[in-house]
């Protein structure tokens, strides 16, 4: 079976928190990366920031959609995921943009379940985490490298 520390990248491209939101999407395109774990000075992931994220602040604030009921407002859209939404689009810092939380694999996750979790979840990165700390990142062509091996060149 294909594991996670088999295929994953251990040099990995880090932001921090605080890093300017122009830098960071400069780097990401300058290094041909679809995303790069944002981590604290010892190492631990408190976000990824994908292009997604950055791509989110194009798009235009979504107007909250409300109806009235007996001359009350009632609000079809939650203060909160409409918080987050202009938190995102008005981004100046990596953390005001990053994905909180992400989902992360250890070293020995099988490759099946990070191709799940790749495709049903549509992930492009996964952070690699051993104690807590990070360890090394997969990518989409860090798991399509794995249907290459073994095959001749020219194929």
Known sequence: MITAKQIMTSDVITLSPETDIL????????KSINGAPVVDDEGKVLGILCQSDLVAQQKRLPMPSIFTLLDGFISLTSSKQLDKEVRKIAALTVTDAMTSD???VGP???LETIAGLMVDSNFHTLPVVEDGRLVGIIGK???L???LQGVPQGK
Do not use: G, I, N, S
Request: no cysteine.
């Open 102 to 104: 992400p989902v992360t």
């Open 141 to 143: 062509q860090d798991v």
């Open 145 to 147: 490298r794995t249907l």
């Open 108 to 110: 020995d996750t099988q």
């Open 23 to 30: 830098k960071a999407a400069r780097l990401l395109l300058d």
